[in-house]
């Protein structure tokens, strides 16, 4: 699962992509957020989805059912950067929030499906290192991989490099308003 993620490698996208971006330590569902296709564009994180009468925001989709559900099959493609996401480990009275990134401090690039205005992210069963804190994370590309993503790849044929490593940070950064590098410190 990926419920919140930031992106501060401000400089990196300028000199990747030629986009200029603010540095955001606490990006939250229904944020316009950057995403790579043929260009890099903005869209809105989190899809309006109605079932049973209720509207619901997806901002996740299981990547070992996203060419099988319905609500998947019409979307596109896409490629989210990231600089890490935090996830929050379920304890017994409470949710402890855990930041995860890459150990050499690179972008990440994750796996999504977007339609014109909105985005979710790939998900897939947690890896091994990360697994106890949740049993979900995003699907992890190499940024050489990310023009395979989106013309429709197998899954299988993705893979990553990164070494991931996580660590616990203040409840800070259960408020999206509270958007600061203070959130990824370690508490």
């Known amino acids: ?29 229904s944020s316009e957020i950057l995403v790579l296709l043929n260009t890099p564009t903005r869209l809105n994180w989190g899809l309006s989805v109605s079932w049973s009468g209720a509207e619901k925001l997806l901002i996740n989709c299981r990547s070992e059912t996203l060419n099988e559900k319905k609500t998947f099959k019409q979307l596109r493609r896409c490629v989210i950067p990231m600089s890490g996401w935090y996830e929050w480990q379920r304890s017994a009275s409470k ?4 930041y995860h990134f890459d150990l050499s401090d690179q972008m990440i690039y994750v796996a999504g499906l977007c339609n014109e205005k909105n985005v979710v992210v790939a998900t897939k069963e947690a890896e091994s290192n990360v697994s106890y804190i949740h049993h979900r994370q995003p699907v992890l590309i190499n940024e050489n991989q990310v023009s395979d993503w989106n013309n429709g790849c197998a899954l299988g044929d993705i893979c990553h490099d990164y070494k991931i490593q996580t660590h616990r940070v203040s409840l800070l950064v259960n408020n999206p308003r509270n958007n600061t590098a203070d959130n990824i410190l370690a508490s």
């Open 95 to 98: 949710k402890i929030p855990f």
């Open 1 to 29: 699962m990926c419920g919140r993620f930031t992106l501060h490698h401000s400089q990196t996208v300028k000199d990747n992509y030629k986009v200029s971006i603010e540095s955001s330590y606490n990006i939250a569902p």
